[in-house]
């Protein structure tokens, strides 16, 4: 076969792959299972303090029936369990609709979030807290439901220090493909 014989069949199944793929409907986007709270904390956020030093913040959600939750933290060491030397301090706790809200403006519904219950998002502050230091940390859900432990450490008290953080804004696309991987990395 020539190749004034062999393009133009090229460019013809180009062609027809094309208008099928074009005609083909998508997959549907699949709902995410984390979407609804449940009796685990989820959604945990560590958040700066006015002294990052030696305080540290964290928020949390879980389901409506889960109020009573707390924190635990513990200077990072190679002991096996943490949770034996750990401070552990009570959360304060809000409910929250997801179906309807209030602002500045009044009250505003979220149709899109009719089939969800409310949800209950908890909060805690660890305090005088030692400068510069490594931490290990976990929040708790229902009874004996605790996320897996994760670090943290504390800034020094030089305010000539650089901080080193990281800053995640709303990724809104790519949420179910590239996000994951975002993260993991």
Not at 34 to 53: K, L
């Amino acid at each position: 076969m020539t190749s004034s014989t062999f393009f133009p069949w090229v460019a013809l199944s180009l062609l027809i792959f094309n208008t099928a793929l074009a005609n083909s409907p998508l997959p549907a986007k699949s709902e995410t299972p984390y979407e609804q709270a449940t009796s685990w904390p989820d959604r945990i956020i560590a958040t700066a303090t006015e002294n990052p030093a030696k305080n540290i913040s964290l928020t949390w959600r879980t389901n409506s029936i889960t109020d009573s939750t707390y924190g635990q933290i513990v200077a990072a060491n190679s002991d096996a369990r943490y949770d034996i030397h750990a401070n552990t301090v009570k959360a304060i706790t809000n409910t929250a609709s997801l179906k309807q809200g209030r602002n500045h403006q009044g009250e505003f519904k979220y149709p899109a979030n009719d089939k969800f219950p409310d949800v209950n998002y908890h909060a805690i502050t660890f305090k005088n807290l030692s400068p510069d230091t490594l931490y290990n940390y976990r929040v708790s859900g229902a009874e004996g439901k605790w996320s897996p432990w994760q670090q943290i450490k504390t800034t020094s008290l030089q305010a000539n220090k650089d901080v080193e953080f990281l800053y995640f804004g709303d990724a809104q696309n790519g949420i179910y493909s590239h996000w994951p991987m975002v993260l993991r990395r």
